[in-house]
């Protein structure tokens, strides 16, 4: 069974950075997408980030475009988010999830949260003014 472990939140200052880990097990999947969303209390998730297994390419929400990097590293299963110039509204839950197949779901409807095949439990950041 396919797990996802986020990992890396925690509390910082606005205008701090901190980076975030998605380790995924028992993932054997070819043309994958890892995305990260996020959860602010009282809103809907959110899509942040994603990135394809098969030609690296990635994708970011504006709200995060030049402050937040999309990276993996194959070796290790594990797809990080690099986040900088954190501001208090990016205070949330993060959780990655994977895509198991890409070519099954058009581009267009990465956005909607129930082509999502795996999720992880999430991790709290909390970006303080």
């Known amino acids: 069974e396919v797990h996802l472990v986020e990992s890396g939140g925690g509390w910082v200052q606005a205008g701090g950075s901190l980076r975030l880990s998605c380790a995924a097990s028992?993932?054997?999947?070819?043309?994958?997408?890892i995305g990260w969303f996020r959860q602010a209390p009282g809103k809907d998730r959110e899509v942040v980030s994603f990135?394809?297994?098969?030609?690296?390419?990635?994708y970011y929400a504006d709200s995060v475009k030049g402050r937040f990097t999309i990276s993996s590293d194959n070796v290790k299963n594990t797809v990080y988010l690099q986040m900088n110039s954190l501001k208090p509204e990016d205070t949330a839950v993060y959780y990655c999830?994977?895509?198991?197949?890409?070519?099954?779901?058009?581009?267009?409807?990465?956005?909607?949260?129930?082509?999502?095949?795996?999720w992880g439990q999430g991790t709290q950041v909390t970006v303080s003014s």
């Open positions: 990135i394809s297994s098969s030609d690296g390419s990635t």
């Open positions: 999830a994977a895509l198991a197949d890409k070519r099954k779901v058009p581009f267009s409807s990465w956005y909607s949260l129930i082509w999502w095949d795996y």
């Open positions: 028992e993932f054997t999947f070819d043309d994958y997408v």
